[in-house]
């Protein structure tokens, strides 16, 4: 399988070059996907990096990273990678240290190497010796521990909000508000036989414990139960008889009768307006006679057609 990584230029002689530049500080050297690794004596890794630069022209440090390994007794590895311009190749130069034993620092050879090693020791929390300039680049100035390390938890050890009491940003202990923030169990994908948390719901429809859900409703059933949950639609109201209504022979006796005070009941006269008073006091005029159709005229003569 052809590696993921850049296509390197193979270095012919590369080993016997590292041996005679590196002499009793070189480790090991491997060969692997087509990169060259070497590893180095901690003490002597500056003179080894001027010898890299200036013998074998590797003019370019590209980045140093750390790789942390809790069982080992020296635990934390410092990668330089060097980058050879004019031969199209690529280093890799390994170092191991512990948490108290500080590294050599390489700024005096490099000096991009100064804000590289500030990272490493943020992250990882390794110490370089001679570093001018050794504190926090990611993390804040109080923070406490190192992100990288692989005994970090996860949630960290403190937390940073913003009080407007004190106005002023202050930090508190981690509070776990959650009662299952750290899930030890397996997943039940992969065949756990027990409860899991939110199963013992499933008791009341009458299922075992530990089933999880019960089957969900079919469409059918969804609607025959939403049916019955319908109250039944009111009876209209109708008036088909006499009865309904009032109306009838006896109801036009009683409008008939009088009043109390004797009056009869009569139909209330239409008030008329001003106009309508004065258009029937004013005389009717006669009509114009209608008017005899003229006979069309003839055009002249000479005249177009």
Aim: aromatic fraction near 6%; charged fraction near 30%.
């Amino acid at each position: 399988m052809a590696s993921p990584a850049p296509l390197i230029a193979p270095r012919d002689g590369i080993v016997e070059a590292l041996k005679k530049v590196v002499g009793g500080d070189l480790i090991a050297h491997v060969f692997a996907v087509g990169e060259d690794s070497i590893t180095v004596r901690r003490e002597a890794v500056a003179g080894v990096m001027v010898g890299l630069r200036d013998e074998l022209a590797y003019q370019q440090l590209m980045e140093i990273a750390g790789v942390d390994y809790p069982d080992r007794p020296e635990r934390f590895e410092v990668v330089y990678h060097l980058l050879s311009v004019t031969r199209n190749h690529r280093l890799r130069v390994r170092v191991l240290t512990d948490e108290a034993t500080p590294v050599p620092s390489i700024v005096a050879v490099w000096p991009n190497a100064g804000w590289l090693e500030r990272e490493v020791f943020d992250m990882y929390g390794v110490l370089f010796s001679g570093n001018p300039d050794l504190r926090r680049i990611l993390t804040d100035y109080g923070f406490q521990g190192h992100p990288q390390r692989k005994d970090f938890p996860l949630t960290g050890y403190t937390e940073l909000r913003y009080s407007e009491e004190d106005k002023r940003v202050v930090y508190e202990p981690v509070k776990l508000a959650q009662d299952f923030r750290s899930f030890d169990f397996l997943s039940p994908w992969e065949g756990a036989d027990y409860i899991l948390p939110g199963d013992e719901k499933a008791g009341g429809t009458g299922e075992a414990p530990g089933k999880g859900a019960p089957t969900p409703m079919t469409a059918e059933a969804v609607k025959k139960a939403d049916e019955a949950k319908k109250a039944p639609p009111p009876t209209p109201k109708t008036t088909d008889n006499g009865k309904q209504t009032g109306a009838g022979e006896k109801a036009n006796k009683e409008a008939a009768k009088p009043s109390k005070d004797g009056a009869k009941a009569k139909p209330a006269a239409k008030a008329k307006t001003p106009a309508t008073k004065k258009a029937e006091k004013a005389p009717a005029k006669p009509k114009a006679a209608a008017k005899a159709p003229t006979k069309p005229r003839k055009p002249k003569a000479g005249g177009d057609a």
